[in-house]
């Protein structure tokens, strides 16, 4: 039997600093694409509809800071359905664990710190391609293509919640 090499790909850190306190970055960031805050009452049965550009959330569950979302996300036309794990740590940081996707494995983590320009984010992330019919190549699929595809996404995802927060508000 051909055992399967599992090799972890650790994506570029990315970081912007949004002009907006930490504790509205943070509710903005954590509420999964929903224009305000949800009531108590509504959060059994959160959902965002897919944006414009097809890209939303579902939460499915949610139990204290621990939530489990189904996310689409797009590249190019490519469209990528996620249930991830995601915990709050209001207002410090948020980590998202992929249960089931296009990965075999996924962790990542944004930071938000305390700056004099406003809010920091920092985001990490490790990511694992598992490919049982070619032991190894997953490693590079994961290192040559996957990485900067998901880089690009999540650079995305960070510019636009910058522009929401530093938007003018009526």
Request: glycine share 6%.
């Amino acid at each position: 039997m051909i055992e399967i090499i599992n090799m972890k790909v650790k994506l570029a850190d990315q970081s912007v600093i949004i002009k907006a306190p930490r504790p509205l970055v943070f509710q903005m960031f954590s509420s999964f694409g929903r224009e305000k805050p949800p009531r108590e009452a509504d959060l059994q049965s959160e959902k965002s509809r897919p944006s414009e550009t097809g890209e939303g959330a579902n939460v499915l569950e949610r139990e204290g800071n621990r939530l489990l979302v189904e996310f689409t996300s797009r590249d190019g036309r490519k469209i990528y359905r996620t249930l991830e794990e995601v915990h709050l740590y209001p207002d410090e940081r948020i980590t998202f664990r992929h249960l089931k996707g296009p990965l075999h494995h996924a962790r990542e983590e944004f930071r938000l710190d305390v700056v004099p320009e406003g809010t920091r984010i920092t985001y990490q992330c490790q990511i694992e391609c598992r490919m049982p019919s070619l032991p190894g190549i997953g490693w590079l699929v994961a290192l040559v293509y996957v990485r900067p595809k998901y880089g690009s996404v999540v650079r995305r995802h960070m510019g636009l919640l910058k522009e929401a927060a530093e938007s003018p508000k009526p």
